[in-house]
């Protein structure tokens, strides 16, 4: 299995740009998640989906983000307009509901820095 | 709303010695997962070990072992013959049981853990 699948890997982009952050989830799981990791905040949870669905999306910071799941396998994460205070780690980690301790499993996650 | 605290922000050990990372945590539910997660370098979350919390048997893997204490929401891991490789970020998390539906994990901040040669 290939494991979780994140593109790009690394994203260098302008203040006031648009940025799609891809992920491909593990072929079978049916629950997907987004987190972004920073200096400040750790790790925290964006959003996360069941079954294609969105299911808590609190964690989203402001209108600026949307994340959509078309289908099983695929995922985006876009940020409208971008700024600088968005730069950090974001990860994608997808799971089976039902399987044991519900585990989680991580992409490499992309590396965003927005100047 | 849960939350995980790791009070050890820095840690080093000695190559082959024995350390413990410290977590707790604060909930009100009866049922529960927590998980230890290292992150080297390379930024990848890899998956230590994991606790049920109905489960009064402490978890190990290999030389990674867990105190887990309930009442007082303590969970800490023990990393016995400690070797190079495993120098990493240490993140505690929490997740709650979803009764059949994928929950959240939350994290907490993380400890540094450095292995001297």
């Known amino acids: 299995d290939a494991g979780v699948i994140q593109s790009p890997r690394h994203e260098v982009t302008e203040m006031g740009q648009e940025v799609t952050l891809r992920c491909k989830p593990i072929s079978g799981h049916n629950s997907l998640f987004w987190y972004r990791q920073t200096m400040m905040r750790g790790l925290e949870l964006l959003i996360y989906?069941?079954?294609?669905?969105?299911?808590?999306d609190s964690g989203m910071p402001e209108d600026r983000f949307s994340a959509k799941m078309p289908n099983a396998s695929f995922s985006t994460l876009k940020i409208q307009p971008s700024e600088p205070r968005d730069s950090a780690v974001y990860f994608c980690a997808s799971s089976l509901v039902g399987a044991v301790y519900n585990e989680q499993f991580f992409g490499p996650g992309t590396r965003l820095t927005v100047l | 709303a849960q939350t995980v605290t790791q009070s050890q922000p820095e840690m080093s050990v000695q190559e082959a010695e024995t350390v413990t990372l410290s977590c707790t945590y604060d909930?009100?539910?009866?049922?529960?997962?927590l998980f230890w997660y290292k992150q080297p370098p390379s930024r990848q979350m890899i998956l230590v070990i994991r606790?049920?919390?109905?489960?009064?048997q402490n978890a190990t893997e290999n030389r990674f072992s867990v105190n887990f204490q309930k009442a007082a929401k303590s969970f800490s891991l023990k990393i016995s013959d400690s070797q190079l490789g495993d120098t990493a970020m240490y993140f505690c998390?929490?997740?709650?049981?979803?009764?059949?539906?994928?929950?959240?994990?939350?994290f907490g901040k993380g400890t540094k853990l450095t292995v001297n040669p």
């Open positions: 998390a929490f997740m709650s049981d979803g009764e059949g539906g994928s929950e959240k994990l939350v």
């Open positions: 989906f069941n079954n294609n669905v969105p299911i808590d």
């Open positions: 606790q049920e919390a109905y489960k009064q």
């Open positions: 909930t009100s539910e009866s049922n529960y997962y």
